[in-house]
């Protein structure tokens, strides 16, 4: 521990009492490595208050030290946010101490949760008031609020509901030199000027610590219905999505998933069966969704919807799920790929948008440049087809050095991947944000003015660079990997 890190954690321990502050190495080090194992840092300690005030002391008080702080909700993003520098120079900032509901008001369809609130318990305390929080994703169980809200989370909900841009009313957040913004007041106009929660919601970390937000709730689901069904690629899968929107407004989810990542969760996930019994060469899932128990069961309608698809061949097999459990096997299918394609060897992986009518042809001809590009890779494009982003998957050729593939080839493919996506008018980061993982790419891709902007934001809420340093924006140009 350096000098000045040790002069912050005993300011805090004094201040804050002793659980605001782990130094125990073996405590320390599972918040050390992303989720995917791809990102290792290091950190002397963990500050973990449980209070905005807390917090506000830590900032004011790192930046008087000129230590560097790592904001830190669940560990679960992806791009490798969370994960500290590797020479140990700042210290993790936890917030899953404030992990305080603060309210949930039904009447106005409102919550206020803490930062470190997971995302599944915020679940459960609407449900108790007959309410919902529409934003779901695969890591529910460990993700909090202050990250989705950091990261601008998507999920499989985003169809209906948009990301946590839609979904955050308000947000409380410290500001790198301490100060406190208080913006949770859930206003339908305000027009002050610069949108600070907006501006704080997908900043990684980079512009301050987000405390708490104001979350926007729907009524509770009064029944769902979950459909498999076998098709023959994503041209048909948008038709059909595009089909069942004319028929009904209640489609809240559609996933699409090619059959070689479907027997990949077969394969690697213990307990999942196929839904279907044929093979198919793609798959989407689709959930219909209803409010109002007067309402045509959701069941019939996708069935009602289903039909002539089914009849004039535009869907070659279908399956509703006939009870709540069978429902929940056919999502875990879903939410089991990123851990199925974990265990499955080295893959580099890009979680990227175009134009929704774009993404098929996106999938098929970007899918088969790389894997002509790249002999013995193998390509996986599933997720998020009506929102026109999908997770696009390089699987290494079997039998490769993992180290030194992705050492030395992913990169390559990356930029390969990176470039056919800005040529199809998309972006390189859809839902995951930038993190250490796609900085330079960023940098790269962006325009002059886009860069400049971001730098000069950067510049004018952390001057000192001292929030969630090496992620999303460096003050000056990084260094492009030759
Ligand atoms: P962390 O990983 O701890 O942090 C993420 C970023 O936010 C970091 O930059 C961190 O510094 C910053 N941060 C965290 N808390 C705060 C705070 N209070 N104030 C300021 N900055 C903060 N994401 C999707 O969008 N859609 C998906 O469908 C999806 N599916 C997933 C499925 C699985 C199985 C897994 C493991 C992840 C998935 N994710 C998905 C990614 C991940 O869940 C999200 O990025 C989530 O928002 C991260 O929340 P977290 O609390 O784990 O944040």
Known sequence: MTPAQRQ???SVREKLGPKAVITDAAAIAPWLEDWRGRYHGAAPAILAPDSRDGV???LSLAQEARVP???????????????P???GSALILSLRRMNRIRSVDPVNGLAIAEAGVILADLHTAALEQGRRFPLTLGAR??????GLASTNA?????LRFGTMRSLVAGVEAVLPDGSVHDGLAALKKDNRGYDLNQLLIGAEGTLGVITAATLRLVPAIAARAVAWVGLSGPEVALALLRRLEAGTDRIESFEIVPGHTLSLVLQHVPGTRAPLAGEHPWHVLIEAVITDPADEP???LLERLLAPALADGQVADAVIAASEAQAEAFWHIRDSISEAERNNGPAVQHDISVPVSGMPRFMIEGGAACEARFPGTEAMAFGHLGDGNVHFHIRAPRGVDAARWYAEDAPVIT??????VVAAGGSISAEHGIGQMKLKELERLSSPARMAALRAIKAAFDPGALMNPGKLVALAPEPLAP
């Open 85 to 87: 520098p590797v020479d």
């Open 141 to 146: 169980g460990s993700a909090t609020i202050g």
């Open 69 to 83: 702080l790592v904001p830190q909700g669940g560990n679960t993003g992806m791009v490798g946010g969370a994960t």
């Open 415 to 420: 930029r390969f991947v990176n470039d056919l």
């Open 154 to 158: 998507g999920g499989t909900q985003v």
């Open 298 to 300: 959701p069941a019939d």
């Open 56 to 58: 506000a002391m830590i």
């Open 8 to 10: 912050l954690t005993d």
